[in-house]
């Protein structure tokens, strides 16, 4: 317990932060300085105690992505409640650090995943792919009910500075960016190993860079503890012990199976419905159904692959030769991953179009009202069955397009 209680310090994720260049500004005067200083210390340490509790909105009005306010800011947990302060509080002394780790914590947005996966899907290597995809999907699942069962709240604030507050309404315990940090780089290096040429070196070298980014940037935006992402990274290395040695069996009795999409919607059903229950809304719910609807969608796609002849995997000559790509590859890559991007696209939009009104009044709720996104019985259906055929598209109808506009790579 006494070393849980010490990685779960939040002195340390501030130890961190300062390490890297950021600091709290104190008031001393009237005037904000960095607190950095020690002559600062030591004179204004009365100011900078109430600057920082100040900066931090406690007893101050903040505003939500949503257009609400709140000024429910008490004992310390601001950072589950803000989203921001109308005046910065910090200052940044090298923004090269600050410029990395927010690339490293891009890797684990959702916009990245839109972006990855379809790509990768068209572009790399679908048989990979598909094995990626089912990982993120289990991996995100249980990270985040596990924070919904746990409840352990992101790192106080003071000490830690959040640069990050539109994430703070969810819990921090495991961290889901450190889970997909491990989770996605380590299964691209286990699941390309025998398939292509590379040096084992490069490639562990590679995802160990990718997951220390990924991982590191959750201190330094301070939305999370030391503790909460060594246990993302241990429960990630857990999930894929059990689960990388039946993959391709999984995979494999899926697409060939008559009854897989059954199954498939069955076990996608059962997981929504006994997904944890929070005591109090946060994105959390939204996000996982837009996994698990995402990863649902592929695994149809792939079995309609398979049942219309169209399955387009590489799979021979093994193992395969890693070559950099002429220009007329780049180009047509960059024209594949336009037309699937804006594809994607559009089946969402339309997606949300049609279906969120139809939700709303099945359940007696006004479209116009942001607050019905809320509802369990709209979010949660919306989100599947958007991202569902988001999936679909991206694994059957999209490649079907490709090969019939002479598009294969």
């Known amino acids: ?53 100040a900066a931090n909105g406690i007893n101050e009005k903040i505003k939500y992505k949503n257009g609400t306010t709140s000024t429910e800011m008490t004992n310390g947990t601001s950072s589950l409640e803000s989203k921001s302060t109308t005046k910065r509080n910090y200052v940044i002394s090298n923004f090269a650090f600050y410029y990395i780790f927010c690339f490293g914590a891009s890797l684990g947005y959702e916009m990245f995943y839109a972006l990855f996966f379809p790509f990768f899907m068209q572009n ?20 985040q ?4 069962v746990i409840r352990w709240n992101r790192p106080e604030s003071p000490p830690v500075i959040v640069l990050e507050p ?13 889970m997909v940090g491990f989770a996605l780089p380590f299964s691209i290096f286990i699941f390309t190993q025998s398939r292509y040429v590379y040096p084992f070196w490069l490639g562990f070298t590679l995802a160990s860079i990718w997951c220390i980014l990924v991982c590191g940037s959750r201190l330094y ?17 857990t999930i894929l012990f059990i689960s990388i040695p039946f993959i391709d069996m999984i995979d494999e009795l899926h697409y060939k199976s008559t009854y897989s999409p059954l199954v498939s919607f069955s076990i996608i059903c059962l997981m929504s419905i006994f997904y944890p229950k929070s005591d109090r809304w946060s994105p959390a719910r939204g996000d996982t159904c837009v996994m698990i609807g995402f990863g649902f969608g592929t695994l149809i796609g792939t079995w309609m692959n398979f049942q219309l002849s169209t399955m387009t995997d590489l799979i021979s000559p093994l193992p395969f030769y890693i070559h950099w790509p002429s220009k007329t590859v780049v180009l047509l890559m960059i024209l594949r991953m336009t037309l699937t991007t804006l594809s994607v696209e559009l089946v969402r939009i339309i997606g949300k179009k049609l279906i969120y009104p139809v939700l709303c009044k099945l359940q007696g709720l006004n479209s116009k009202d942001s607050e019905s996104m809320k509802s369990p019985s709209v979010e ?10 988001v999936g679909i598209n991206v694994a059957c109808f999209i490649p079907i397009c490709f090969k019939y506009m002479n598009l294969d790579l």
């Open 145 to 148: 009910a596990l924070k919904d």
């Open 380 to 389: 949660v259906p919306l989100k599947l069955i958007v991202y569902a055929w």
């Open 221 to 237: 935006l301070g939305m999370h503890t030391i503790l909460d992402v060594l246990a993302g990274i241990l429960l990630s290395a």
């Open 1 to 53: 317990m006494d070393i849980i209680n010490y990685l779960k310090d939040a002195q340390l994720v501030a130890n961190f932060q300062n390490f890297f260049g950021i600091h709290f500004l104190v008031e001393c005067n009237g005037q904000l300085a960095n607190n950095k200083s020690e002559h600062l210390e030591n004179e204004c340490k009365n100011d900078k105690l109430k600057q920082r509790h």
């Open 166 to 178: 539109e994430y703070s309404m969810e819990y921090g315990m495991p961290s889901t960016h450190a």
């Open 124 to 143: 790399i290597d679908s048989f990979v792919g598909r094995r990626l995809i089912v990982i993120w999907s289990v991996v995100m699942y249980i990270g």
